[in-house]
């Protein structure tokens, strides 16, 4: 059963900021043919908007695990979780990060989750989520536990 289910999808301005793929390929193309311009400018835009979709990765909670993106956390290696807003997020990001922390950062999305690892076989010390909802998320992850 899902306790928590969050999809961290692209802002709108990164679509925005997609579309000057429009007239650079307008750009490259349009010495060719009007039309050649006009399709490439079309297809390489939608090709960017439907990658930007597809690899949206999501953040689930369950009773047994925690999904970020591709990789799965069992519960009972899950330690401390503590969640970051504003300079506390970015100091989180930045000057204390340890290179050895296994990340799903999403520039476009500030706060961010930090879920200690209870497991000595495991390399990285913890996961450092970015989420639009880190006291939800805590929660959630707070409630798999007991």
Known sequence: MEIYRE????????FVA??????ASLLVFLPISMIAGIIAATATYGAAVVILLVT?????VTETELIAGRARLPRDVVGEVSGYR???ATL?????????????IRGWIHP???VEL???EDPAPYWLLST????ELVAALARAAD
Not at 7 to 14: A, E, F, I, K, V
Not at 18 to 23: E, R
Not at 56 to 60: A, D, G, S, Y
Not at 132 to 135: A, N, S
């Open 7 to 14: 999809r961290l999808s692209p802002t709108p301005w990164l």
């Open 18 to 23: 997609t579309a000057l793929l429009i007239p």
């Open 56 to 60: 949206t990765p999501k953040l689930v």
């Open 86 to 88: 504003g300079a506390a």
């Open 92 to 104: 989180q990001r930045g000057r204390l990060l340890d290179a050895r922390a296994w990340l799903l």
């Open 112 to 114: 961010v989750v930090k």
């Open 118 to 120: 209870r497991d000595d």
């Open 132 to 135: 639009r909802r880190p006291d």
